[in-house]
Nanobody
Framework: QVQLVESGGGLVQPGGSLRLSCVAS????????MGWYRRAPGKERELVAA???????NYADSVKGRFTISRDNAKNTVYLQMNSLKPEDTAVYHC?????????????WGQGTQVTVSS
């Protein structure tokens, strides 16, 4: 089985920073794309940032210039550095990974970590 476990969420004041981490563990042959999604109360889930196995990235317009996604392939870990946080960034952040195992590719999700931006 495969698990994605996020950490690093919490309460931060506007303008502050947080760093989210997501570790993939289990029977993994390789990991293709990894990403972060978020769901705010009353809103649809949205892609925040994604990164390919080769390091190519893409970001939601709302976080460009403030958030940075990175990954450590040796540790099966993806990070999201969030700077200049705004109240509208408040949401549950979920890690997502496209994992190749047993000859097939599967999509996995983490349980989510709460990020609250408030004074």
């Amino acid at each position: 089985q495969v698990q994605l476990v996020e950490s690093g969420g919490g309460l931060v004041q506007p303008g502050g920073s947080l760093r989210l981490s997501c570790v993939a563990s289990g029977s993994i042959f390789s990991i293709n794309a990894m990403g972060w999604y978020r769901r705010a109360p009353g809103k649809e889930r949205e892609l925040v940032a994604a990164i390919t196995s080769g390091g190519s990235t893409n970001y939601a317009d709302s976080v460009k210039g403030r958030f940075t996604i990175s990954r450590d392939n040796a540790k099966n870990t993806v990070y999201l550095q969030m700077n200049s946080l705004k109240p509208e960034d408040t949401a549950v952040y979920h890690c997502n990974a496209d994992i190749f195992r047993g000859g097939f590719s599967y999509e996995y999700w983490g349980q989510g970590t709460q990020v609250t931006v408030s004074s």
